[in-house]
């Protein structure tokens, strides 16, 4: 195989560095001997397919040397039929007319390797899902579809080229960005795993949102020894080294070989800082404390709870005034003067799981800003914890409200015409998941705390999806939860009322009573906000990462590539992808760790070779494919020598950054680009071999 | 679709699916046994974003009669290919109408992995745009001198 590292140590990776080339016309050698194996997979295709009239059709095609049909192409029979023509016939390409290929491509592949072929030189035609299966009360319908997708596939092997997998040298260390539960979890297994790991949290604190909460459902642990606990253990890891108030500024390179520049923000305090309590309480400024969601201030130098990870206060320099008084109250361990530091450092991958934002209502949504005893529930987690604000009292003005309405789906599925696009322009249309059961958890934990509080919960679906998750519906029915059901075009209205025995009125037409329209006082509204990306558009412009709809990351495939990024080498763990769980998020995060480290396992990483080309006799270096690429460094202008003493600039496909996604090819004017083994005149091949195959006209 | 009678009128429809989204997706409505006319012929690529407009119009004159671009949509994993292809498909008409092949010939589509039914309600609305036209040939002037 071809080792391509297109960079000197230290270069630019992103800029091929390849010496100038003579330019020299590209001659593939076509392929002169094809075998064509049609499957009968059982009966699934020779039910509905007359196979045998398939491989007699393709036998008498111009260069299939064999075609043979096969009862199962993928069993030891049919991989040793493809092997044995290979040794015997000397073919050089193979079709296999069987399943999807999303099943067999790769066991054909290695079929090809073990006969001494490039894997590269096989194409699949899928006359299963897309034949017989489909087609399954049409069979001769289906026979002339086989044949014609056969005809096609044969076209476009005598046209394939050998390739060999890309491959770059890969450093055996991985950056987690993140340090919630995620990032925490991610880097405990990569490090188990004898993968090095840098762990970076942009805040002071690791431990993310869920130290922000009480218990955890479904197992109802105390969150926060829970997640101490994660942290204990990956702190214990020696080749894990922890940097709190970082974030990435700059980011190279490639899958294998990434250099990240980190900048860490000075915490403002040491070790050597003995006297915290008299430092914060000398701060004169206050502002917002964002880690009990606003319900309470904090000052410039904080701490969010005692023992918090580290065990130190740290400074807001974007609030504090460097007016020293915390300085003096402490007489040391306070360096007000610090300034950011910038570090490069290495990695073969990186895993994202830098979270999510709760959805903040608007001014008005729900009486929301209107009155203060309209909250989230994510500030009612904050009352409810007993080293919260409020003690875990949930109290308003000093007193336990008599009676509570929880409203779901605020900021979460959200329709057009009838909810407000966010800051963003976009609306959240989709489900957050997880608010349902962390409504009804707070539902229980409130009447079970406080007996003589009526508990109102107005939903307009309802469903604790996960594994044990469902009790938490069935108890808050048994604990007295009154239930009531809004439509989306009706939702509920929240009033204040001046001078009534309660402060607020949400009144709901209730679809559970048959649209009776239904009056509820109540002391605290509780808006069940939902989940939203955090905003990490810096990072995604420097990575290119792919971005959904939704605005969360998005994977390549959600069941096949569930946690890998588009872009090789980046990784998804957690709630940057989707609105999740812990348990969810955890899971994400260790399959996006076991990613890791299979793909540095040796000091190398391969990847599929299916990349743009150039063909340098045609390329006249116009630079219209630099314009059209979105990926930094996939493709160059290099100096080429096209005759003796002649040098001119013609594109460069960097293998390792190009996506193959194929972008530049349609912007050469002289058809100088392709993507390996996707090429256009090979379309064009199956275009006409399609075409040339009579029409099916109701045919059955 | 399943289970109706087949007429495919006589015409080809050729699907461009994107490995990650359609390509799967079609093959899921395989899998589900749900019928579409055979008459369809599915070509996979890594993104529909590398056809210039000159492959649209071989298809067509090569007797393809309707074209669907089944592509992955806003959720394309490569970075602002959803917008370069769309950008392209003005320029496809532009060349359509000027060879009297009608545009609606041609559609972008997103369709995702799972979106079996999706996918056979764009295949049967092209169907019957090819009906009502007929096949391609019929329209298709010479090429301009």
Known sequence: MAERRSKPKGADKATPATPATRATPQQPVRGEKVGVYVCHCGGNISDVVDVDRVATEASQLEGVAVARHIMFMCSDEGQKAIVDDIEALGLDRVVVAACTPKLHEATFRRALQRGGMNPYLFLPANIREQASWAHPHSPKAATEKAIALVRAAVAKAEMLEPLDKVRVAAVHRSLVIGGGVAGLRAALDLARQGVGVTLIEKSPFLGGRSVQLHTVFPTEDPARPLVHRLIDEVKAERNVSILTNTEVVALTGYVGDFTITLRTTPRGVSRDLRKSAEAIAACPVKVANEFNDGIDERKAIYQPYPGSEPDLPAIDWATCTRCGDCLTAAGAGIDLNAEPVETRIEAGAIVVATGFDHYQPRPGEYGYAASPRVVTLPQVHRMLDPEGPTGGRLEIDGRVPRSVAFIHCVGSRQIEGVDEPGPAGKLHEYCSRVCCTATLQAANELRKKYPDTAVYDLYRDIRTYGRDQEPYYVDSSKKGVVFMRFANEDRPKVEVVEGANYPLKVTVTDTLTFGAEIEVPVDLVILSVGVQPRDISEFIDMTHAPVGADGFLLEVHPKLRPVESAIPGLLLAGTVQAPMDITESTSAASAAAAKVTALLASDHVEMEPFVAKVDPSRCDGCGLCLDACHYAGAIALQDVEIEEGVVEKRAYVNPVACKGCGACVPSCPVSALDVASWEIDQYKAMIDAITAQPLIAGAR | ?145
């Open chain 2, 1 to 145: 679709m399943t289970g109706t009678p087949i007429d495919t009128q006589g015409t080809r429809m050729l699907v461009i699916a994107t490995l990650l989204c359609s390509y799967p997706g079609i093959d899921a409505t395989g899998q589900a046994h749900m019928e579409y006319p055979p008459n369809t012929y599915v070509i996979p690529t890594p993104d529909p974003v590398m056809f210039p407009e000159s492959f649209y119009m071989h298809c067509f004159e090569k007797g393809v009669d309707g074209i669907l671009i089944a592509s992955c949509g806003t959720d394309s994993p490569y970075e602002g290919s959803y917008d370069q292809l769309a950008a392209r498909i003005p320029k496809v008409y532009a060349l359509m109408k000027a060879r009297g092949i009608s545009i609606r010939r041609l559609k972008l589509t997103a369709i995702c992995s799972v979106c079996t039914k999706a996918f056979l309600k764009e295949v049967s609305d092209m169907e019957a745009v090819m009906a009502e036209l007929g096949p391609v040939s019929g329209e298709m002037t010479a090429v301009p001198a």
